[in-house]
């Protein structure tokens, strides 16, 4: 059974860059039809989307986030990453790592949505 | 603030039939899927493509679509059903990954 398990520093200080890295077990990240994301949620707060990677390398990012993250894939690894350079305060929260499917109806329609999710890890940062 | 709007809290009597919309113009075009997080947990997914259960889901929980709003319902809420429900889509343009602001379900 396919498991995501981020992992990465948990304490971070301003302008600092987060790096964080999702391992895919049981499963191959090259699988076609898989794309995996990043979600993070502050404390108390709702979930945001931060964005998705496909294993070719192709990228799509949020708006709000855009300017300060990359995300990456390490195929040989089987592992994908989130880098979140400049860190403020309001960038602690719990950070998910995610796979992204999506299935055709009746109609031709695609439907994405994330099926899988790590359990989260909590970066916090403060000076 | 979230192109997808919920109502921030609802409440439903035990075994009642309850139901979680999530508004928003994308969703004449986008497609819900829906998620459950319990304290302390990760996000379950429990409704795709409109209306579909992931294995695993009970069968009182269902999803349908009409207009802008999307609707989560469960019909004979459950004690364990008491949890954060979030909507997820698409924002107009197509582009973007978007959330609702979530819906804390309590069960009286």
């Known amino acids: 059974q396919l498991q995501l398990q981020e992992s990465g520093p948990g304490l971070l200080k301003p302008s600092e860059t987060l790096s964080l890295t999702c391992t895919v077990s049981?499963?191959?990240?090259?699988?076609?039809?898989?794309?995996w994301g990043w979600i993070r949620q502050p404390p108390g707060k709702g979930l945001g989307w931060i964005g998705t990677?496909?294993?070719?390398?192709?990228?799509y990012y949020g708006p709000s986030l855009k300017s300060r993250v990359t995300i990456s894939v390490d195929t040989s690894k089987n592992q994908f990453s989130l880098k979140l350079n400049s860190v403020t305060a309001a960038d602690t929260a719990v950070y998910y790592c995610?796979?992204?499917?999506?299935?055709?109806?009746?109609?031709?329609?695609?439907?994405?949505?994330?099926?899988?999710w790590g359990r989260g890890t909590l970066v916090t940062v403060s000076s | 603030s979230s192109e997808l709007t919920q109502d921030p809290a609802v409440s439903a009597a035990l075994g009642q039939t309850v139901r979680i919309t999530c508004q928003g113009d994308?969703?004449?075009?986008?497609?819900a899927s829906w998620y459950q997080q319990k304290p302390r947990q990760a996000p379950l997914l429990v409704i795709y493509?409109?209306?579909n259960r992931p294995s695993g889901i009970p069968d009182r929980f269902s999803g349908s679509s009409s207009g802008n709003t999307a609707s989560l319902t469960i019909t004979g809420a459950q004690a364990e059903d008491e949890a954060d429900y979030y909507c997820?889509?698409?924002?107009?343009?197509?582009?973007?990954?978007?959330f609702g602001g979530g819906t804390k379900l309590t069960v009286l």
């Open positions: 995610a796979r992204r499917v999506y299935y055709y109806d009746s109609s031709g329609y695609r439907h994405w949505y994330f099926d899988l």
């Open positions: 049981g499963g191959s990240i090259t699988t076609p039809t898989y794309y």
């Open positions: 990677i496909y294993y070719t390398g192709s990228t």
């Open positions: 994308s969703l004449r075009t986008y497609s």
């Open positions: 493509g409109r209306d």
């Open positions: 997820k889509s698409r924002d107009t343009s197509g582009n973007y990954v978007v």
